[in-house]
């Protein structure tokens, strides 16, 4: 239960902890205070197995702040730096900056940070899932679809490269704005997906992931300076999506696909701020895969029953954002929705044009959507050939039991 308790504050304090003791004591230390706060869940996970303190949020700020003091009066000692930060006025500002609005400030501050121009673009989104959403090395790869020396490699880069260019903790001036929102955008999307179509081998869903994907969305939104179409695009497609979170995965712990799924359950109160986000995004010139997403999102809240789909639509925005943005897993979503119309030539010339490799650790949405189509057109064999394609390549247990229990549907 202990460490239950100490993953889900790793998870959601982490990023508020690194930025805040970031701003205090500045990006020239991140590095020492990434490992004080990694250092400090460590201890709460040994401490608490017996009693877990009556204000654990305090004493991890408490212990990560005196760990940071500690390693940089360690390395610091012989330039007789002044940390002596416990006491004082001093140590009134650090306490400040653990109030509400302050933790949330320091947050876009380091978003800012780890989307820097002088980052190459791989690195920005490592460094950012890593320091704001405290991401595993190991979690990282999962979401960017590589191995896992590569992102240690970037994240010390990003580190370096911040140091070199002696980047300051701020905001970007208001002519930078927009091209550091596209990335940040990309972050917080990478972060929804990660914890919607998790890869950890064992849930299939990471809400703690979706939800640090909204709460950064609505960070931004709060900033009038930040706002435009694509961000509130991206908020509603957010909620749309997890409207139906409850509904993805039965009480046995199986997946539920979308056909099967209780409608009942999906969550009205999101839908109902999804439309609203959609409805502001149209007040802003600017377009991007956020729009069509959520409004592909959008077409499937909108019917009652599977069968009420109108797949004709949710065909055409695929074929918008296609041209708007080419990519294979737009490709394969829109050859599951040909599908569902019965267009097995379309859905045949769209698998074609795939190269599965592009598709990295999901490439078995892929071969199951093969195996899909292959079923469709009466080709048993075939279906179950693609259908052991799909089982080697994934990971997941709950995704490995539903593509066994189609293919023993098929023998």
């Known amino acids: 239960m202990e460490h ?43 401490q608490w197995r017996t009693k877990i303190p009556d204000n654990p949020e305090g ?22 730096r002044n940390l002596s930060i416990t006491t004082g006025a001093s140590s009134l500002q650090i306490e400040e900056l653990f109030l509400d609005h302050e933790i949330a400030d320091s947050q876009l501050r380091m978003i800012f940070v780890a989307c820097h121009p002088s980052l190459h673009p791989s690195e920005q989104i490592a460094f950012a899932l890593k320091t704001i959403s405290g991401f595993s090395i190991k979690e990282i790869a999962a979401a ?9 490699k970037r994240l010390l880069r990003a580190r370096k490269t911040i140091q070199d260019k002696n980047i300051q903790f701020q905001y970007p001036s208001p002519e930078t704005v927009h091209e550091r929102m596209a990335r940040v955008m ?15 081998k064992e849930k299939l ?9 909204i709460r950064l969305c609505q960070l931004l939104l709060k900033k009038e300076q930040f706002r435009s179409g694509s961000l509130y695009a991206l908020f509603a497609l957010i909620c749309f999506h997890m409207s139906r979170l409850e509904s993805k995965v039965s009480s046995e712990n199986q997946i539920v696909n979308l056909r099967c799924q209780d409608r009942t359950k999906w969550y009205f109160p999101l839908i109902k701020m999804g439309n609203s986000a959609m409805l502001k995004a149209t007040e802003y010139e600017d377009t991007s895969v956020y729009h069509y997403e959520a409004a592909i999102a959008s077409e499937h809240l909108n019917a009652k029953t599977f069968k009420d789909t109108n797949w004709k639509n949710i065909s ?25 119309l019965s267009d097995f030539e379309k859905t045949h010339q769209l698998l ?11 490439a078995y949405l892929y071969y199951g959507c093969y195996a899909e189509y292959y079923m469709k057109i009466g080709k048993k064999q075939l279906a179950i050939s693609f259908l052991d394609k799909a089982l080697a390549e994934t990971t997941n247990t709950l995704e490995r039991d539903f593509l066994m229990g189609k293919k023993e549907g098929l023998i």
């Open 352 to 362: 074609k044009h795939i190269d599965a490799a592009e598709l990295g650790q999901r």
């Open 59 to 80: 004493w991890l700020n408490r212990v990560a702040k005196n760990r940071t003091i500690d390693i940089l009066r360690s390395i610091h000692a012989e330039k007789n």
């Open 205 to 213: 869903i990471k809400e703690d992931l979706c939800g640090e994907a």
């Open 186 to 200: 990309e972050v917080i999307y990478l972060t929804f997906n990660e914890g919607f179509h998790s890869t950890n």
């Open 144 to 152: 960017l679809l590589t191995k896992e020396e590569t992102i240690a």
């Open 4 to 46: 239950k308790v100490v993953d889900h504050l790793f998870r959601h304090h982490y990023g508020k902890m690194v930025a805040i003791l970031t701003r205090f004591f500045g990006l020239s230390y991140i590095e020492t205070i990434e490992d004080a706060v990694q250092d400090t869940f460590i201890k709460a996970a040994s």
């Open 316 to 340: 055409y925005w695929y074929e918008q954002l296609y041209m708007f943005k080419p990519n294979m897993f737009t490709l394969l979503n829109h050859a599951t929705v040909c599908l569902q």
